[in-house]
């Protein structure tokens, strides 16, 4: 790897930690993030000559700070500006800086910068487009890319969400257990709402949105790396990366969706699944289940399995109850339902989604799966009707071909008849 | 002689590496463990998962369970073991086991995502001396 390739990987891994501790000491985000560019810009200059710093965070939070504040006395014109090289200088400035700076300090640095992105005032989107901009330091160009919009409105949605957190009173105190633990929780929906932006994208977008749900897997390993023991925080990292791995083999040369069932599982990648099984056998030692956890136990169930047959459905039956008494949604008792009708049959998985007309009567997933339910029970024309809902309802020209092959093979054996 | 070379690098840098970077250091890497390999001098290689899959145990009359790398500086890396177990806690019945008959200090537990044998002779004996003895 090239130098340069290099110092951009540690700036951007630094990103988090020193932007979340200049946030700290100067509580604005615009300064901070000022700061924090102007140490980039002395460390690009510094680093290819004197080597990189022992420790990056440390060297670009003591030099965005000095630079930070020159800025100030700048615009004051109070006092004349300190020669450039006592601040640019590592040796000087790392050996007092690991006294000043309070380690115990930065779980909870980066903690904050991530929770003030998920002002819950802010729009799921807006978390989105923020967490990226100020957390991961995407470009507002990488940004508007993923999210398939201009960058002038990226840019615009951007600053319309910093000026909103500005006016928001930001937490600065050291959060008591609880406390941590609410903004833990917060912090992991937002980054599992990253995670989904990248993920549930059709094939067109799926090349642009990949980084995200890469970024989230990274976010989420960040954040284990600070909450060591928190099993959620394992179950919400193990399941990104139990999705992800199914990546390459979500959608088929034409771009239409593949099924789980009907996927190449050689394509599915080893190293994420290795790495989200361990994560849940660390998790479930802690007997603290929780949502992420379960789900994740549920696509481990999936990995688990060499071939589509080999799925352990009542194990899946199983996980999907203890989410619905966690997490009661209709969608939840719907995913419940599609297993049930591998494991105990169609009829149960029918009489299962049957109270749920009402509320998943704009469900593309409920007519999908309805329409499935009465094939399988030989109801055909019952089941032509909910695939025509289905399709009414979908959301992607993926989504709609793959019921309209349904309704083709249905179509097909009426006319063989 | 037989060496150990443990790898050491900031995680959190090579896990902001680009799935494009990454495969091209293992490339490169790949590259030079061929020509040790061939010369019948390159034994079991391996990559680890990053720490936030660790798990410790810190031995003792009952042993500890901790979440996350062993991050104490007051002992040193002795040698290690590499095991083909079901899951976590079978791994740790083992290290239980060894740390009831070699008591004091840790074992760290780091699941593999990458394990190459390597050329070596099955039965190679570290000391040259041990040869002759």
Redesign the interface.
Known sequence: ?TDL??ID??L???RPQAIGALLRYFRDLDTAEEAYQEACLRALKSWPQKGPPRDAASWLIMVGRNAALDGVRRKSRLTELPPEDAISDVEDVETPMADRLDGAHYRDDILRLMFICCHPELPATQQIALALRIVSGLSVKQIARAFLVGEAAMEQRITRAKARIAKAETPFETPGAVERSERIAAVAAMVYLVFNEGYSAGFAEAEARAPLA?EAI?LG??L??LF??EPEIMGL?ALMLLQHSRAKARFDADGAIVLLEDQDRGLWNR?MI??GL??I??AI?HRRPGAYQVQAAIAATHARAARPQDTDWAQIDALYASLELMEPSPVVTLNRAVAVSKARGPAEALAMIEPLAEALGGYFYFYGARGAFLLQLGRKAEAREAFGRAIALANTAAEAGHIRQQIDRLTADAAAR | MLYAILCYN?E??????T?E?DA??MENLAGVQARWAASGKLGPSARL?????A?TLRKGDTPL?I??PFAETKEQLLGFYLVDCE???EVLTFCKELGAVNPGGAYEIR????FSNGSLPADHVAAPERVTA
Do not use: N
């Open positions: 790897m390739a290099w990987a540690a951007t891994s630094a890469e990274r390993r960040l284990l790396r060591q023991t990292t190293d290795g790495e361990a994560l056998d660390k030692r | 900031s959190e840098v090579v896990f902001s590496w799935k970077e091209q250091v998962m990053p720490t936030t899959a798990t369970v979440d996350g899951d976590l806690e699941p593999l995502h990458y």
